[in-house]
């Protein structure tokens, strides 16, 4: 095991250990857990790490998630880091209207909309120089849908993003394009 | 919000005026014409950057580098998207003699775009970076001499190859290879290595930026490796910024939480090394 994985290993235990007792579904709090802590699939592989911790602010409908996100993913003669804040609403659709059941938690189908600024540094290793920066807003609206087994959750999302890019040099002029987004975070709910 | 900060960074970044559809090469209609993307304001000249699409030969357009080249028009640079011929009819070397025309075309029409001939660079992504190492390597060789009407130039001052290939003898069992060089290499060897630009590399050849994604499943990154390995070995300038990502359609978002489509060439990374090895190279118009 790599140093990379034993990192998220001991991050997925602590988070595991962590879990308080109330994390299970309790009869006097029907939305049962009211926070979660994820890890984002893809960072897993990837030279970086990507957090997220979601609070049920308006239960049974509405959660948000802050995330931190932070990537190395530049090789061979360029050094990188990007370092990116973000925040997400989720709706959970299946908690409200026609959809809704008896399992008010945060689980199921859900619509969200996130805010990722995000900003990029790349070092020239040969001429140990400063190549530049940039600067990145994205918004992304996704479907998603989250399968909860006992606290452990995985939650693959699918959507599309509006991302603009900002040189802060002046170099380049801005550019906006729009992307297809998969992403899947995994995590225990607290 | 977002409107004010792009207003606000905008200024100065007028969008350009484009001429569409102008051909290079009369004989072979749209095939052989290019979009040409010109800055607003001072007449120039400015550095030129010709971007040269992907599609292994067999599919692409110049519309599909109209967005970046739209962008660099918005900075300063004086763009240009070609279109070269395609498919089982144009095998090699058709394509490549259509890109150099491409570029003679664009430098005897310095003058009338507001170019500066001898700060030209070749953007090229895919088999788009295959002909832009050709034209940094082999521009102006005898075996390779178009006969167009624009006749034949030298190599660009800078080239920048996105996700490429550059030794067809390595690829030679894939069938756009094979109809790209118009046939096995079993039959025809010599075609093969006179169609590689990795094994055409010799001493002064351009600046090169190399970018590839390191599981790019289309095209492998060794292709990157061994070209970057064989410019330097002759005292050649040459860059590679290698991205830990999928690449040639995916690429890992800057928020490290999801899957983007597009490529590599679509990352602030890539940008950011776009621009500062454009200034290196040509300077900032």
Redesign the interface.
């Known amino acids: 095991m790599g140093s990379r994985e034993a990192l998220f290993a001991a991050l997925f235990a602590a988070l595991l250990v962590s879990v308080p007792a109330r994390a299970e579904p309790s009869k006097t709090d029907p939305f049962g857990p009211r926070q979660s802590a994820s890890l ?1 699939f ?2 897993f592989f ?5 957090v ?1 911790h979601e609070t049920y602010v308006r239960p049974p409908w509405l959660s948000f998630v802050s ?1 931190l ?3 190395t ?6 050094t ?1 880091l ?1 370092l ?1 804040p ?1 925040l997400e609403g989720r709706v959970w659709l299946g908690n409200i209207g026609p959809w809704r059941g008896k399992d008010q938690r945060m689980t199921g189908l859900l619509l969200a909309l996130r805010e ?1 600024v ?1 900003w ?1 540094v ?1 070092e ?1 290793e ?1 001429q140990k120089r400063l ?4 600067v ?3 918004e ?1 609206v996704s479907l998603g849908y989250r399968f909860l087994i006992w606290r452990v959750h995985i939650t693959p ?1 699918l959507g599309a ?1 509006l991302t ?4 802060p040099r ?8 729009l ?5 899947v ?1 995994f995590g225990i709910m607290l | 919000m977002r409107a004010l900060l792009l207003a606000s960074l905008a200024l100065g970044c007028s969008a350009p005026t484009t001429l569409a559809n102008v051909s290079y090469d009369d004989r072979f209609g749209e095939a052989t014409s290019l979009d040409l993307f010109l800055p607003v304001g001072d007449p120039g000249p400015r550095p030129l950057v010709v971007f040269l699409h992907g599609g292994l030969f067999q599919r692409g357009d110049k519309a599909d580098d109209r967005a970046a080249a739209a962008r660099l028009a918005s900075s300063g640079f004086v763009a240009a998207t070609v279109n070269y011929r395609l498919g089982a009819g144009a095998p090699f070397p058709a394509a490549v003699h259509d890109v150099a025309c491409a570029l003679a075309f664009l430098r005897r029409g310095s003058a009338d775009y507001g170019i500066d001939p001898d700060r030209v660079a070749v953007v090229g992504y895919a088999s788009g970076a295959y002909l832009a190492a050709m034209l940094g390597v082999a521009a102006g060789a005898p075996d390779l001499a178009p006969d167009c009407d624009a006749g034949v130039t030298g190599p660009p001052a800078a080239v920048v190859a996105g996700s490429g290939f550059y030794d067809l003898t390595t690829l030679a069992e894939r069938k756009e290879v094979q109809a790209f060089v118009g046939g096995e290499m079993e039959a025809l060897p010599e075609r093969y290595a006179a169609a590689s630009p990795l094994l055409r590399v010799g001493p002064g050849a351009p600046p090169f930026l190399l970018t590839h994604g390191e599981f790019d499943f289309v095209l492998p990154p060794e292709q990157s490796h061994r070209m970057e390995e064989a410019l330097a070995s002759w005292g050649n300038e040459v860059r590679l910024l290698s991205l830990f990502d999928p690449g040639h359609f995916l690429a890992a978002g800057a928020d490290n939480g999801g899957l983007y489509g597009g490529g590599v060439r679509d990352r602030p990374e890539s940008w950011i090394v776009l621009i500062d090895f454009l200034e290196q190279t040509l300077g900032l118009p």
């Open positions: 984002s893809f960072s990837g030279p970086g790490l990507g997220e995330g996100g932070f990537r993913t530049g090789g061979a003669d360029f990188t990007t990116t973000s990722d995000a990029t790349v020239d040969a190549a530049g920066t940039a990145e807003l994205s992304t999302l993003a603009t890019q900002l040189d002046g170099r380049l002029a801005p550019t906006t394009f992307s297809g987004k998969l992403a975070t």
